[in-house]
């Protein structure tokens, strides 16, 4: 059996949606290049920030 390996060992990234790190998983090991998103929440969250205007008023 693979010796355990620390969460602080394993790669990182920065989420394009929400601007925090996360860490490699093992069902991101085939395309761990093209993973963008920490989670299913923010890959969905993705565009609405910037394309949904403001509802409150400003006085």
Do not use: H, Q, Y
Request: hydrophobic letters at 30%; aromatic letters at 8%.
């Amino acid at each position: 059996m693979p010796k355990m390996r620390r969460k602080s060992d394993l790669p990182t990234k920065i989420c394009a949606a929400c601007g925090r790190p996360f860490a490699w998983r093992r069902k991101w090991a085939r395309d761990w290049d093209e993973v963008k998103f920490c989670s299913d929440r923010c890959r969905g969250e993705r565009g609405r920030a910037a394309a949904a205007p403001s509802t409150r008023r400003r006085n």
